[in-house]
């Protein structure tokens, strides 16, 4: 498991979010959400297949807001 911390981005794809240069897999999308400033813990799974087209794909256990 790992823990990435910063601001959410849009990604180019529709419903596509990344933290710095992953992409964010499931989730709780009431806190993840592009502008919002997290910690976010999962694992990298590099060879998953999304239609994301961009980022690492991360699969995401928890997220929390921080300030």
Known sequence: MHTLTGIVTAGVEHRCLLLGEYLLVG?????????ARLA????K?????TTCQQGTPFV???ARSID
Request: hydrophobic share 40%.
């Open 27 to 35: 989730g709780d999308r009431t806190v993840i959400r592009a502008g």
């Open 40 to 43: 976010v813990t999962g694992r």
């Open 45 to 49: 799974v590099p060879d998953l297949v």
């Open 60 to 62: 995401v256990t928890s």
